[in-house]
């Protein structure tokens, strides 16, 4: 087998590189197969072509194929990693290697190697975000176990009081990433979450609670928040509401409602048949936590404290109560 044929076979074999070669004026000279499978012109139609038909309009406009030539000559070689373009129009991000095509020392033209490294592009991307959505929501947890915690003391009669109170909460927030992480995704079912914030499951209270509202579901940021405020809520009712007697009610209705002209989530939390309520005369954590809302999305939280029975009503956006980061 001669040299020469050789040389064919490894240019018809390495199908996943496009090896192109072009003279001193960047025109092609030759097209690999594997050029054809990457970038959908045959031979035949790019040859004599310039061969920056594979660069961006917006890298040509830059002179950027021209730059590549120079560097590999004054280099002896050019590396780059950027978008390039498919007969089709369509981008693809590549790796790229040009060395000078020499004939004793004197340059003659160009070889370029390309490779197509978009899933790496992408997946390199993606592990960017991840990190950054990582550390946000770190932060933003960090921030408010933090804030339970100093709420918690400065609230509490004694330390006891004070560490059963940051127990149950955090308690609630660890239970809260579990769904989120354990089986459920990004997203979580709004009764799913109803139901283990207000442990229908555990403590055996399930005929004192109704639950109704359509299939909906709602976002890691504001799955959190809502789990917390609705701990409030049941926490509040079996110390001083519905809950607390053995004939008290929880009604708990969701769905969808209008907020500054947009799209809203809305829960309704109603109790009946409770002692006699009476607004509390200083704001406590729990308080707050409730009036904070639901993250990660304009909201409004309505808090009144009506003979008859507790009334908290939530108003969301949609788009960000159901947003995934």
């Not at 000078?100 to 070889?111: K, M, V, W």
């Not at 197509?116 to 932060?139: F, G, I, N, W, Y």
């Not at 609230?155 to 059963?164: F, L, S």
């Not at 399930?206 to 789990?227: K, T, W």
């Given at each position: 087998?001669?040299?020469?044929?050789?040389?064919?076979?490894?240019?018809?074999?390495?199908?996943?590189?496009?090896?192109?070669?072009?003279?001193?004026?960047?025109?092609?000279?030759?097209?690999?197969?594997?050029?054809?499978?990457?970038?959908?012109?045959?031979?035949?139609?790019?040859?004599?072509?310039?061969?920056?038909?594979?660069?961006?309009?917006?890298?040509?406009?830059?002179?950027?194929?021209?730059?590549e030539m120079a560097n590999a000559l004054k280099n002896g070689r050019a590396t780059d990693e950027?978008?390039?373009?498919?007969?089709?129009?369509?981008?693809?991000?590549?790796?790229?290697?040009?060395?000078?095509?020499?004939?004793?020392?004197?340059?003659?033209?160009?070889?370029?190697?390309?490779?197509?490294?978009?899933?790496?592009?992408?997946?390199?991307?993606?592990?960017?975000?991840?990190?950054?959505?990582?550390?946000?929501?770190?932060?933003?947890?960090?921030?408010?176990?933090?804030?339970?915690?100093?709420?918690?003391?400065?609230?509490?009669?004694?330390?006891?009081?004070?560490?059963?109170?940051?127990?149950?909460?955090?308690?609630?927030?660890?239970?809260?990433?579990?769904?989120?992480?354990?089986?459920?995704?990004?997203?979580?079912?709004?009764?799913?979450?109803?139901?283990?914030?207000?442990?229908?499951?555990?403590?055996?209270?399930?005929?004192?609670?109704?639950?109704?509202?359509?299939?909906?579901?709602?976002?890691?940021?504001s799955a959190l928040s809502l789990a917390m405020l609705l701990h409030e809520l049941t926490t509040?009712?079996?110390?001083?509401?519905?809950?607390?007697?053995?004939?008290?009610?929880v009604s708990v209705k969701w769905g969808i409602a209008d907020l500054d002209g947009e799209p809203?989530?809305?829960?309704?939390?109603?109790?009946?048949?409770?002692?006699?309520?009476?607004?509390?005369?200083?704001?406590?954590?729990?308080?707050?936590?409730?009036?904070?809302?639901?993250?990660?999305?304009?909201?409004?939280?309505?808090?009144?404290?009506?003979?008859?029975?507790?009334?908290?009503?939530?108003?969301?956006?949609?788009?960000?109560?159901?947003?995934?980061?």
């Amino acid at each position: 087998m001669t040299n020469k044929r050789i040389a064919e076979l490894v240019l018809e074999s390495a199908i996943d590189y496009a090896i192109i070669t072009a003279d001193l004026s960047g025109n092609v000279t030759s097209w690999s197969v594997g050029a054809q499978e990457l970038f959908g012109w045959s031979e035949a139609e790019v040859l004599g072509l310039a061969a920056d038909i594979i660069f961006t309009s917006d890298d040509r406009a830059q002179d950027v194929p021209r730059k590549e030539m120079a560097n590999a000559l004054k280099n002896g070689r050019a590396t780059d990693e950027r978008w390039h373009v498919r007969k089709d129009g369509s981008k693809f991000w590549a790796s790229g290697l040009m060395l000078p095509l020499q004939d004793g020392g004197t340059a003659e033209g160009f070889l370029k190697i390309v490779r197509d490294r978009t899933q790496q592009k992408r997946a390199d991307e993606l592990q960017s975000m991840l990190s950054q959505e990582l550390s946000h929501r770190l932060k933003n947890q960090l921030a408010m176990v933090q804030g339970i915690v100093n709420q918690s003391l400065r609230r509490a009669d004694n330390i006891e009081a004070a560490r059963v109170s940051i127990s149950q909460r955090l308690g609630v927030l660890g239970r809260a990433h579990d769904l989120l992480l354990t089986g459920y995704g990004e997203r979580i079912a709004v009764q799913t979450l109803i139901e283990r914030s207000v442990n229908l499951h555990q403590d055996g209270h399930g005929s004192q609670f109704n639950l109704e509202g359509p299939a909906l579901e709602v976002g890691p940021q504001s799955a959190l928040s809502l789990a917390m405020l609705l701990h409030e809520l049941t926490t509040n009712a079996f110390k001083y509401g519905a809950l607390s007697t053995a004939g008290g009610h929880v009604s708990v209705k969701w769905g969808i409602a209008d907020l500054d002209g947009e799209p809203a989530f809305r829960l309704d939390w109603l109790e009946k048949n409770g002692p006699p309520v009476v607004e509390p005369t200083a704001e406590g954590l729990g308080t707050r936590l409730i009036r904070s809302g639901v993250a990660g999305a304009p909201n409004h939280v309505d808090l009144v404290y009506a003979p008859d029975g507790l009334r908290c009503t939530v108003l969301a956006q949609l788009k960000g109560f159901q947003a995934d980061l």
